[in-house]
Protein backbone atom coordinates (compact mmCIF):
# COMPACT_ATOMS: atom_id res chain seq x y z
CA UNK A 1 0.00 0.00 0.00
CA UNK A 2 0.86 3.21 -0.58
CA UNK A 3 -0.54 7.01 0.42
CA UNK A 4 0.30 9.96 -1.21
CA UNK A 5 -0.58 13.46 0.45
CA UNK A 6 -1.15 16.60 -1.84
CA UNK A 7 -0.06 19.82 -0.85
CA UNK A 8 0.29 23.19 -2.69
CA UNK A 9 -1.81 24.43 -5.42
CA UNK A 10 -4.15 28.03 -5.22
CA UNK A 11 -5.15 30.74 -7.29
CA UNK A 12 -2.57 32.42 -8.76
CA UNK A 13 -2.22 35.48 -11.70
CA UNK A 14 -1.17 34.42 -15.05
CA UNK A 15 2.60 34.73 -15.15
CA UNK A 16 2.56 33.70 -11.76
CA UNK A 17 4.29 30.59 -10.00
CA UNK A 18 2.84 27.84 -8.05
CA UNK A 19 4.43 24.93 -6.35
CA UNK A 20 2.65 21.06 -5.55
CA UNK A 21 4.11 18.98 -3.46
CA UNK A 22 3.39 15.28 -3.43
CA UNK A 23 4.46 13.30 -0.23
CA UNK A 24 4.48 9.30 -0.30
CA UNK A 25 3.92 7.30 2.75
CA UNK A 26 3.57 3.90 3.12
CA UNK A 27 5.79 1.12 0.67
CA UNK A 28 7.85 3.82 -0.41
CA UNK A 29 11.05 1.65 -1.20
CA UNK A 30 8.84 -0.01 -3.80
CA UNK A 31 8.01 3.63 -5.67
CA UNK A 32 10.44 4.23 -9.02
CA UNK A 33 8.43 6.41 -11.57
CA UNK A 34 5.74 9.17 -9.85
CA UNK A 35 4.19 11.50 -12.19
CA UNK A 36 2.03 14.14 -12.39
CA UNK A 37 -1.59 14.87 -14.42
CA UNK A 38 -3.47 17.28 -14.38
CA UNK A 39 -7.56 17.39 -15.42
CA UNK A 40 -9.57 21.03 -16.36
CA UNK A 41 -13.24 21.35 -16.38
CA UNK A 42 -14.89 19.29 -18.99
CA UNK A 43 -11.39 17.96 -20.41
CA UNK A 44 -10.29 14.52 -20.02
CA UNK A 45 -7.38 13.92 -17.55
CA UNK A 46 -4.00 14.44 -19.15
CA UNK A 47 -0.39 13.34 -17.98
CA UNK A 48 1.72 16.57 -17.01
CA UNK A 49 5.55 15.13 -16.20
CA UNK A 50 6.83 12.55 -14.31
CA UNK A 51 9.96 11.80 -12.87
CA UNK A 52 11.85 8.29 -11.97
CA UNK A 53 14.23 6.71 -9.43
CA UNK A 54 17.08 7.77 -11.15
CA UNK A 55 15.74 11.32 -11.70
CA UNK A 56 15.13 10.86 -15.40
CA UNK A 57 12.17 13.56 -16.91
CA UNK A 58 10.06 14.12 -18.88
CA UNK A 59 7.17 16.63 -19.60
CA UNK A 60 3.87 17.54 -21.80
CA UNK A 61 5.37 19.45 -24.51
CA UNK A 62 2.96 22.06 -23.85
CA UNK A 63 4.80 22.82 -20.02
CA UNK A 64 8.68 21.71 -21.49
CA UNK A 65 10.41 24.79 -20.10
CA UNK A 66 7.82 26.16 -17.51
CA UNK A 67 7.04 23.28 -15.00
CA UNK A 68 10.14 21.51 -13.34
CA UNK A 69 9.80 18.26 -11.85
CA UNK A 70 11.96 17.51 -8.82
CA UNK A 71 12.15 14.83 -6.33
CA UNK A 72 13.68 14.26 -2.22
CA UNK A 73 14.03 10.94 -2.07
CA UNK A 74 15.04 11.29 1.79
CA UNK A 75 11.76 13.04 2.24
CA UNK A 76 9.48 10.53 -0.03
CA UNK A 77 9.12 13.91 -1.78
CA UNK A 78 7.88 15.20 -5.32
CA UNK A 79 7.47 18.53 -6.14
CA UNK A 80 6.23 20.46 -9.29
CA UNK A 81 7.45 23.46 -9.60
CA UNK A 82 4.91 25.57 -12.40
CA UNK A 83 6.18 29.13 -13.64
CA UNK A 84 5.25 31.07 -16.21
CA UNK A 85 1.60 29.97 -15.37
CA UNK A 86 -1.10 30.36 -18.13
CA UNK A 87 -4.99 30.00 -18.06
CA UNK A 88 -5.46 27.31 -19.97
CA UNK A 89 -2.91 25.50 -16.84
CA UNK A 90 -5.87 25.84 -14.71
CA UNK A 91 -7.00 22.31 -13.70
CA UNK A 92 -7.26 20.13 -11.03
CA UNK A 93 -3.54 18.55 -10.58
CA UNK A 94 -2.79 14.78 -9.46
CA UNK A 95 -0.15 12.91 -8.37
CA UNK A 96 0.13 9.49 -9.11
CA UNK A 97 2.81 5.96 -8.33
CA UNK A 98 2.22 3.00 -9.99
CA UNK A 99 3.61 -0.18 -7.17
CA UNK A 100 3.02 -4.12 -8.27
CA UNK A 101 0.46 -3.35 -11.03
CA UNK A 102 -1.73 -0.88 -9.01
CA UNK A 103 -1.96 2.52 -9.32
CA UNK A 104 -1.90 5.30 -6.17
CA UNK A 105 -3.19 8.76 -6.92
CA UNK A 106 -3.12 12.10 -4.40
CA UNK A 107 -6.02 13.45 -3.56
CA UNK A 108 -6.05 16.46 -6.33
CA UNK A 109 -4.74 20.01 -5.84
CA UNK A 110 -6.81 22.72 -7.57
CA UNK A 111 -4.69 25.47 -9.93
CA UNK A 112 -6.62 28.22 -10.91
CA UNK A 113 -4.62 30.86 -13.28
CA UNK A 114 -6.54 34.07 -13.69
CA UNK A 115 -5.87 36.10 -16.82
Known amino acids: QVQLVQSGGGLVQAGGSLRLSCAASGRTSSIDVIGWYRQAPGKQREWVASINGGGYTDYLASVKGRFAISRDNAKNTVYLQMNSLKPEDTAVYYC?????????WGQGAQVTVSS
Open 96 to 104: VTWVLGRDY
